[in-house]
């Protein structure tokens, strides 16, 4: 391998984790108190209209594959950042395709928290607030980091899939330099980098969630 596609490949997984960083951040402080609220409105608070359209909502959104919101977000896209190619404007879509996806992943482990608890705090008079903060929160924290893993892998994929459009990343370099020049040996180079840096994630992320499980 020549030092020009060491620098490129190196290059191409900076990107890459830039774009996985940042599409999870937003993604998570967008799609956390929204997965939060679904829990509250169906389960706590029994708002049971309310719930189903925010989740046919959230559904819908994900139900739509990533390339076609990447294209059918170009316009806002542009508006947001100057520019439909390049990293910094697939983190649009990454973000805008994650939220709803990691929305559904917490409200799942929500549900899955005893209803005792709830009910424990609400005899106790804790308000909302103190029974998020307090209840739901500390109690799923292990089961939200094994979701933000989830998202992270996720991410990895959707990134991958944004380098069809020009969006940078490993995947582009497996478009430009392996499919489109004919040199298996980079696409070989960037299934294993991106093997790797799943690995990395999940590996990490399980770590973290012992550390936080006092089960």
């Known amino acids: ?40 409105c169906g389960v706590v608070r029994k ?20 390339i076609i919101l990447m294209i059918a977000l170009i316009p806002l896209t542009r508006l947001l950042v100057g520019s439909s190619i390049g990293t910094n404007a697939a983190i649009v879509p990454l973000s805008l395709g994650a939220i ?13 928290l005893p209803k005792g608890l709830i009910e424990a705090g609400e005899a106790m008079g804790a308000n909302t607030w103190q029974l998020v903060t ?14 933000v893993t989830v998202l992270a892998v996720t991410l990895v994929n959707y990134s991958a899939m944004a380098g069809a459009v020009g969006g940078g990343g490993l995947g582009d370099l497996a478009i430009r330099y392996g499919y489109q020049r004919f040199n298996p ?3 070989i180079i960037t299934v294993l980098l991106l093997i790797i840096l799943v690995q990395l994630i999940q590996a990490g992320g399980d770590k973290i969630a012992r550390h936080f499980n006092h089960n």
Request: proline share 6%; hydrophobic share 50%.
């Open 134 to 147: 307090q209840i739901i929160i500390p109690e799923s924290l292990p089961a939200f980091i094994q979701d």
């Open 47 to 66: 708002r049971h209209k309310q719930y189903e359209v925010i989740s046919a909502i959230v559904n819908i959104a994900r139900s739509i594959p990533f």
């Open 185 to 187: 040996s980079v696409m």
């Open 100 to 112: 709803p996806f990691f929305a559904r992943l917490i409200d799942n482990t929500c549900q899955g």
């Open 1 to 40: 391998m020549s030092m020009t596609m060491f620098y490129n490949f190196l290059n191409a997984s900076g990107e890459t984790i830039y774009m996985v960083f940042l599409g999870c951040l937003i993604s998570i402080i967008l799609g956390l108190p929204l997965g939060i609220y679904m829990y509250l």
